[in-house]
């Protein structure tokens, strides 16, 4: 039996209500056909948004949502996409698939779902191919509340009122996509880039987000705190899960071995590493952990589903998925005093998504779930925490059986989730809560074979369901886990 503490007179970092939120790109069908619509579509939709879409992702509890791109960003002319939309400028989208984007999604329709998702926006601006005078001119037109030419264009096209815009990311990937950048020469450019995104309310002040590293590039956080740490207010970081041997054979979303579901799940823990590495390089120049790391891309990355456009990157999501995205939000959680965001890339339809759609019908995936669960982690206080773990070697990578982290809200309530990734064991664990007398627990669980999916035919295989394989004692319980399994317990 393994053992697992949770001091709840521990109290730690606050767990940002952002590390859960999510990215939507340019990109397949993500926005088109699987986000908006427009206004005429036979999908029931209000403005354009399909309605269906917009309340699952609602009662996930979606935090904020991160948009035009990934590598669109940099080739996106905010101008393009305002205006009446039949007069609106096409363009081929050159990164995803080579199709014709006709810009009928733009600022206003972005601003647009927002509101409808109770959420807040993180606009990424254009470094890669666009002016500092455009991307001064975008946020002059969102935030401007006085008498401009911006403001005057917005109301022109009908928003009087100017939006919110919490994060602006400037450029994306500028050491790839984004411009393929060294990072001396795009702190250079952030710091000149940055000066223009000016807050043009002072109840609006933008947290500015500069271009971070790829995965394991230490070099690259070093340069960029180092030149320009303190023009900063966060750090973005990408990590992809991807099991396969190389980008071009990255493995299948759905057929797969117990072998590579394990090498997954490893190569998902290393995340842990990275984050505590790079946070380390930060603390050198940033110790009171000012510049929040922002891990704006995370997520598994398969080949795509034989017969689609490779360029729209659309996979299935199984419970493997489910397991890489409990175990990436336990990690998030336990480094909340660096990580201020996180936004899983993406939301419906491309890589590990939430939401699949095909046409007017929806399913919502196990990620989907995982994230509905975690969601009582938003907003609370991370409490210290262990938990003993066998611990499995997949290559040069390798990740315990059992990841976990536990938090406290406002009024004393604990909520402790506990991914179980071991696809074949159970997993026996003796929770112990010190100087704690525990009053009730309640638990719910997402479990099934590793390869379980849910499907347009069966949309329910998958879905959190109430758990009730726990005894309750003085200060704390005992449980059995099931394999491949997330679980988790909510502790008065």
């Known amino acids: 039996m393994e053992k697992y503490v949770i001091d709840p007179f521990n109290r730690l970092s606050k767990i940002n209500k952002d590390i859960y939120g999510h990215f939507s790109e340019h990109l397949g069908r993500c926005i088109y056909g699987g986000i908006y619509v427009g206004d005429d579509s036979k999908i029931p939709n209000l403005n354009g948004m399909r309605i269906d879409v917009v309340n699952a992702l609602r009662d996930m509890g979606l935090p904020v949502l991160r948009w035009p791109g990934g590598c669109f960003a940099d080739e996106y002319h905010w101008k393009d996409g305002i205006g009446d939309k039949s007069k609106r400028k096409r363009m081929v989208n050159t990164h995803w698939g080579g199709v014709v984007e006709d810009n009928s999604f733009g600022t206003?329709?972005?601003?647009?779902?927002?509101?409808?998702?109770?959420?807040?926006?993180?606009?990424?601006?254009?470094?890669?191919?666009?002016?500092?005078?455009?991307m001064n001119e975008w946020v002059e037109y969102m935030t401007f509340d006085g008498e401009s030419p911006m403001s005057a264009l917005r109301a022109q096209n009908g928003s009087e009122s100017p939006w919110r815009v919490k994060y602006f990311g400037v450029g994306n990937e500028s050491w790839g996509c984004g411009g393929n950048m060294m990072p001396e020469y795009y702190a250079d450019l952030f710091r000149r880039y940055n000066t223009y995104v000016r807050d043009y309310d002072t109840s609006n002040k933008?947290?500015?987000?500069?271009?971070?590293?790829?995965?394991d590039d230490y070099n690259w956080t070093d340069v960029l705190m180092r030149l320009a740490g303190n023009k900063m207010n966060g750090l973005s970081l990408h990590y992809y899960t991807v099991p396969g041997s190389s980008w071009d054979n990255?493995?299948?979303?759905?057929?797969?071995?117990?072998?590579?579901?394990?090498?997954?799940?490893?190569?998902?823990?290393?995340?842990?590493?990275?984050?505590g590495i790079h946070s380390s390089i930060m603390n050198r120049y940033d110790p009171d952990k000012r510049v929040g790391l922002i891990v704006d891309e995370w997520g598994t990355w398969f080949d795509v589903e034989p017969g689609t456009n490779p360029g729209f990157l659309y996979q299935l999501n199984t419970m493997r998925d489910a397991v890489v995205a409990a175990l990436s939000l336990n990690?998030?959680?336990?480094?909340?005093?660096?990580?201020?965001?996180?936004?899983?890339?993406?939301?419906?339809?491309?890589?590990?998504?939430?939401?699949?759609?095909?046409?007017?019908?929806?399913?919502l995936t196990p990620t989907y779930f995982v994230f509905k669960m975690f969601r009582d982690h938003q907003n609370n206080t991370l409490l210290g925490s262990h938990i003993t773990s066998d611990v499995r070697q997949a290559g040069e990578y390798k990740a315990p059986q059992l990841i976990e982290s536990a938090s406290v809200d406002e009024n004393g309530v604990i909520t402790a989730t506990v991914v179980n990734t071991c696809p074949k064991r159970e997993a026996e664990i003796d929770c112990e809560l010190p100087h704690f007398e525990v009053s009730s627990v309640k638990a719910s669980v997402i479990c099934g074979e590793m390869h379980k999916m849910n499907t347009?035919?069966?949309?329910?295989?998958?879905?959190?369901?109430?758990?009730?394989?726990?005894?309750?004692?003085?200060?704390?319980f005992t449980s059995v886990l099931p394999a491949c399994s997330v679980v988790k317990f909510t502790i008065k």
């Not at 601003?111 to 002016?131: H, I, K, M, T, W």
């Not at 005093?337 to 936004?343: E, G, I, K, T």
């Open 456 to 476: 347009f035919d069966d949309k329910t295989s998958v879905t959190e369901r109430d758990f009730s394989d726990f005894t309750v004692k003085k200060n704390g």
């Open 108 to 134: 206003h329709e972005f601003f647009e779902l927002c509101r409808q998702l109770g959420c807040d926006a993180y606009v990424n601006g254009n470094v890669g191919s666009g002016s500092v005078r455009e």
């Open 250 to 275: 990255k493995g299948s979303a759905t057929d797969f071995s117990e072998d590579e579901y394990l090498t997954t799940i490893a190569k998902a823990y290393n995340i842990d590493k990275i984050i």
């Open 206 to 215: 933008i947290y500015r987000v500069a271009c971070g590293p790829n995965g």
């Open 331 to 363: 990690i998030f959680n336990k480094h909340s005093d660096r990580v201020h965001m996180a936004n899983i890339a993406q939301t419906v339809n491309v890589l590990q998504s939430v939401i699949l759609t095909d046409g007017a019908d929806m399913l």
